[in-house]
Nanobody, 125 residues
């Protein structure tokens, strides 16, 4: 069993930065692919970024590529999302996720076994 807890959300002005973190309990987390999804008001949940457990290969949605960076720390069982040059359209609840597979063809996605409860990111002046 894996439990995921996100932190780091909040209110930021357009053009600003935030760093989200996800802490995991459960040793199985290390062998899972890890990712971030988001859900904006009135929209479906969407893939944001993912990272493999083995070699750290990363995958991004086109909407965040070049602005967001996903990273992991296997020793600490954490995964982070550095978000730069934030835009109002990035406003959403961001969810940490873990699962057995990343869909590496476009559009990227993941098979998910575990979800966090989410953290709200609001980009507004």
């Amino acid at each position: 069993q894996v439990q995921l807890v996100e932190s780091g959300g909040g209110l930021v002005q357009p053009g600003g930065s935030l760093r989200l973190s996800c802490a995991a309990s459960g040793s199985a987390f290390r062998s899972y692919a890890k990712g971030w999804f988001r859900q904006a008001p009135g929209k479906e949940r969407e893939f944001v970024a993912a990272i493999t457990w083995s070699d750290g290969s990363t995958y991004y949605a086109d909407s965040v590529k070049g602005r967001f960076t996903i990273s992991r720390d296997n020793a600490k069982d954490t995964v982070s999302l550095q978000m730069n040059v934030l835009k109002p359209e990035d406003t959403a609840v961001y969810y940490c996720a873990a699962g057995p597979r990343i869909i590496t063809t476009l559009p990227h996605d993941m098979d998910i076994d575990y979800w966090g409860k989410g953290t709200l990111v609001t980009v507004s002046s």
